[in-house]
């Protein structure tokens, strides 16, 4: 005891802490973009400050009014969406939300897109600077929009030039959103690599469509949507596991978790962080459930350090 | 807004197919208003992500009541449900009914479950009004005797004519309408199918009456965030945008939905 | 009553036969290759000739080993498979159940697969003219084989030049496979009609993973597998949808049919038959209960051909 | 073979976490033999493509008894199920058990849940013989009446110590192999996990003799469809290949079989 005024450091608890491409979190667990609204909406349910990061739901240039209804129906296992990026642009979420989520300390994650590659660029440039963000999720994966979305995650040369433009026109940590809709995951993560992406993350829902065979018609509106939940998460596992050994910047892997256990195999499986969707749904409190279980299972096995457990997975 | 986990603390028929579920709630049932729901949890339903929501029939310090009607996977397996067993409610979610105006009197229209809400207004009103509950068959004419009992006068229809007036609510609206006893200052309250809302609201404002209608939408979270429950609404500067149902309503003023 | 002898047609009963690309079937309900063996296993239960048509498990040139175990594991709404195709060979099959099978009247469909062109080739050449074989479904998309499966289904080349030089060596009914693993199905969907394949079937199983968190070890030997059932028709219809509207041939549905329903949507969306796979395990008589189903659907809506049903999806 | 829907008879505790389910399935239960299993789905387990395989413990013409132990999402919904519920079986599945040889007096080796199709066995073994029962704790030795009452030499280990010898069931195999009165020729019969079976066979194969291993794999469709249940195994011919634990098993002679 040679400085009284020292803490006894805990010495059980293990460190949860994780570095996502400059973007310091306390704990790997973030919630996923169009899930958790952009703040306000969780709040009143759940500590914000409690989530590793905070991914707010995608915007662009400018308002969008997304897609007719039905927007939303449940599957076994999961739900298929087809919100269509409904949002109030990148003007609007800076006026009426950033001020709220500047309250916090959780990092606050914009997910962005564009119908081209100029309002891909547009979007960042703005959000430039922008005090109280602290990076740009780069989605190019959403399969709920006729313009861009999808197209540009799953034709590499696209993939590459959006990457690029949106790396020039951003200082922010920037981490593309793969698409699951391709045949190799793994030449997707290396072009973000390549273009000077800070992390990545995986996977968005997968195109999907339900058809209600009383009426025989599509339940949704835009008749097609996209599948989440955890009927996609051993889809998604795979696809981390792959992007994972493909590159060096750290992978965000999503897809299915509903508790520790499906966050766990995305860690086991080198993800660095990991991020909870349609489960705030079913209980909002998912993230911090996962975020307890996660602790509790380092703890359990021994482990100082969260990043003992990164990629650990023995084949 | 809180998540709350409580038991059930008794699960009955409530009429035909109508049950009622009471469960011992009381941080939501201190909070809720009429007009208002909670997103509730149903247990052993595996593969399920969403939650279900279900207007408030009654709410107060010793918990919540709920009115639902068995239609589909989830409310199905509703039934299964025994006293005792535990579950996850959200709530109390939405705004309520807004208060009828001080020198207007309360005219309600009810379809099926709609009749729930309708009743915890009933409930706190000022003073009585008038009610019209339609149903398909006598049994979906719900609550019938707690507005009686409060002194509303209750005007009822069936499609197939086994109770009440035969013929849609629209039919004794309409009467009513006719006849000199409609005259005076009206505030409307609704919930039932949307065809239901609509036609009460184009004759609300045909007389320039306030018609405050609860949507029944399709949900995701329950709370604002997920955009699945949106309707089209027209806005005061006369352009359309949409409106979260959940968290913006679930009631609306009429005149401001675009159908 | 003129003749006497003629019977009275029962007119309730709508028609249910459908023609596969020259197979003719009595319903359109087939059961999936490899879950349903080379037909003996499940004859006990289920009556062979009630099958619209079997399609015995993938066999190669030459028997084959498969993976080491574990090969299978149950996942919310359906189950990673990683077999590897175990199989008797071409050989082996036709002198040890093709007799069994030749017993009955259901069409055989034959599925086939190859590590090489060459492998494809040779074994519809030996298949070809064998009695009791009604038509060879070509899998180019097996997630669960390292040579060949995948990759020819993934790569529009390979795809054209395995299916046309199956084309060339049998004049049997051919039905291509697809991979749902690409990013856009109508491409494969083309070539496979461009290359004169009789129909096409899909999907196959897609590509998953799971982990065992406790040992931090993939739970299936060979790693990664196949998901099929429940959780994946929400993505299978979406893909039959878009494969039916690309090509004029026949598609035959499968993914996730557990009952009448999933079966409805496919043939709403365009499938003239569907398959029912992963189902079988759980009740064998899966197959009977779709197509008693379906009838009962035609009858319902007051429809007296299946004809009317297929691909009758108002958009 | 068949697939039959039967009801539960009774579901009762047998011993600690076991549980001995009844049911009239009257069916598989005149066809079953000793050594052969039933492909349970299990009621309300949504989500679950898969059946579950268990063991026969009595087959007759009233219908069927299976012990089983919750370790797992399958077993643990199994808990649940009540009187009279009603359930799908596809059974009797796999080889029984072969007939001991009429000279040779059969030895049983039991670890956990494996008892169950033992003790069958012996209900219908020409002569009794001896039984090694081993388990983790004392509540892990099942059915040790059925074998003393049928005049069989019961032999318990555990490893704790809590019942019988402490140790695993090889210690009192070992030590009776030791003993002048393990002579004579024997007919081996084991099911439990695999470390167990693969002791047996070796100490079998040592001293020539056979032993019948039941095999417990994962598996997918019971009937020899699927091929995820295979067990590498040694063929006549010294090639080596794959069997189906379902179809071709679950019963096979240990010198066949390839670690
Ligand atoms: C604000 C609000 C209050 C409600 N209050 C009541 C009530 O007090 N009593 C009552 O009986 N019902 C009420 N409902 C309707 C009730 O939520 C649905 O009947 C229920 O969700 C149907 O679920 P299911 O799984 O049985 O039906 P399924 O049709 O199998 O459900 C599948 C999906 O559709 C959604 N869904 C289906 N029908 C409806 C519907 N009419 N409205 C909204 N979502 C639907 C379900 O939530 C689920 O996501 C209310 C709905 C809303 C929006
Ligand atoms: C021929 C045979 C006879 C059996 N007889 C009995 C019996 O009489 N009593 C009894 O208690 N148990 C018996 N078992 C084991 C029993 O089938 C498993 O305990 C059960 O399947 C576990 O299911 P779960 O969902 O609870 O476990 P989970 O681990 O959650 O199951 C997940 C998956 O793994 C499979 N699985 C898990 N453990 C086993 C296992 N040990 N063997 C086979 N599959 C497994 C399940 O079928 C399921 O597909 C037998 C197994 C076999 C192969
Ligand atoms: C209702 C809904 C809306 C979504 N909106 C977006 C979005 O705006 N931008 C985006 O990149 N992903 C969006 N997603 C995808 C999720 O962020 C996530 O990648 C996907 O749902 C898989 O995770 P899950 O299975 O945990 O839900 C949305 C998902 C849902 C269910
Ligand atoms: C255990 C198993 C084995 C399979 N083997 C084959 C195969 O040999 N060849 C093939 O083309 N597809 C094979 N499949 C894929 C199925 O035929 C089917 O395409 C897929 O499982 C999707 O249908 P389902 O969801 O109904 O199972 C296999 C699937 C399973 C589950
Ligand atoms: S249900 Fe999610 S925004 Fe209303
Ligand atoms: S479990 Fe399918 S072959 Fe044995």
Redesign the interface.
């Known amino acids: 005891m040679v400085k009284s005024s020292s803490k006894t450091p805990d010495t059980t608890a293990p460190s949860m802490a994780v570095d996502i491409g400059g973007i310091r979190m306390r704990n790997p667990v973030m919630v996923a973009s ?4 952009y703040g306000p ?2 709040a ?2 759940v500590d914000l400050n409690a989530l590793g990061a905070l991914v707010v ?1 995608g915007i662009r240039i400018a308002p969008w ?2 897609n007719p ?13 087809a ?1 269509g990026l ?1 949002g109030p642009g990148v003007d609007g979420f800076i006026a009426d939300y950033l001020p709220f989520l500047r309250g916090y300390e959780v990092p606050v994650i914009v997910n962005i897109w564009g119908r081209s590659l100029d309002e891909y660029r547009e979007v960042a440039q703005r959000l430039d600077g922008v005090p109280g963000i602290a990076g740009i999720e780069l989605n190019i994966s959403c399969p709920n929009v006729k313009e861009g979305g999808l197209a540009f995650g ?2 590499p040369d696209m993939a590459r030039s959006v990457i690029a433009a949106v790396r020039r026109a951003t200082r922010l940590p920037l981490i593309p959103k793969l ?1 699951p ?4 995951i793994r030449v997707f993560a290396a072009i973000a690599e390549a273009e000077g992406a800070d992390a990545i993350s995986l996977i968005n829902s ?6 209600d ?1 009383r ?4 339940v949704l509106a835009n ?2 949507g996209g ?1 989440s ?7 998604a ?2 696809l981390v ?1 792959e992007a994972a050994r493909a590159v060096k910047i750290p992978v965000v892997g999503m897809g299915g978790i509903t508790g520790p ?1 499906e966050a ?2 995305f860690l ?2 080198g993800a660095r962080a990991v991020a909870v969707g ?8 998912t993230a911090l459930r996962v975020r307890d279980g996660i602790r509790d ?1 380092l703890a359990e096995q021994g482990m100082h350090d969260i990043g003992e457990l990164i990629g ?4 | 807004m809180k998540v709350e986990t409580c038991n059930i603390s008794r699960h009955e028929t409530f009429q035909g197919p109508y049950r009622r579920l009471i469960l011992d709630a009381s941080g939501i049932g201190c909070a809720g208003v009429p007009g208002q729901f909670v997103h509730l949890r149903i247990p052993r339903l595996d593969g399920a992500v969403l939650r279900r929501p279900f207007s408030l029939y009654r709410a107060g310090k010793d918990g919540i009541e709920v009115l639902y009607k068995p239609v589909g996977r989830g409310t199905d397996a509703m039934l299964s449900m025994v006293q005792g067993d535990s579950l996850s409610l959200i709530g109390p979610l939405g705004n309520g009914f807004p208060v009828c105006g001080k020198k207007r009197t309360p005219v309600l229209v009810a379809g099926g479950y709609g009749v729930a809400p309708l009743s915890f207004l009933a409930l706190t009103s000022a003073r009585p009004g008038i009610i019209f509950i339609g149903g398909a068959r006598a049994d979906d004419v719900l609550c019938v005797d707690d507005f009686k009992s409060r002194g509303w006068d209750v005007r009822v229809t069936t499609e197939d004519g086994s109770l009440g007036a035969k013929g849609r609510v629209t039919v004794a609206i309409d009467a009513w309408l006719q006849s000199p006893e409609s005259r005076g200052d009206r505030e409307w309250y609704a919930c039932g199918p949307d065809g239901l809302l609509k036609a009460v609201g184009e004759r609300a404002a045909a007389n320039g009456w306030n018609a405050w209608l609860s949507l029944d939408k399709h949900m995701g979270c329950g709370v604002g965030a997920c955009l699945a429950c949106v309707q089209r609404v027209r806005n005061a500067d006369g352009t359309e945008g949409w409106v979260r149902v959940c968290r913006d309503g679930p009631v609306f003023e009429a005149r401001s939905i675009v159908w």
Chains 1, 3 share one sequence.
Do not use: C
């Open positions: 169009g899930t958790f609204g909406e969780y009143d349910l739901k009014d997304g209804t039905p927007r939303m129906v449940e599957v076994p296992g999961g739900l298929v969406n919100i409904q799953t034709q698409s809709n391709v045949s190799d997968y195109p999907a469509m339900v058809i065979v009426t025989r018609r599509p008749r097609v599948l939940g955890p009927a996609i998460h051993p889809i596992v795979k596991w256990q766990l195999e086991i499986a349609t489960a705030n749904f079913t209980d909002p409190t299972y650990s997975l023995a084949t």
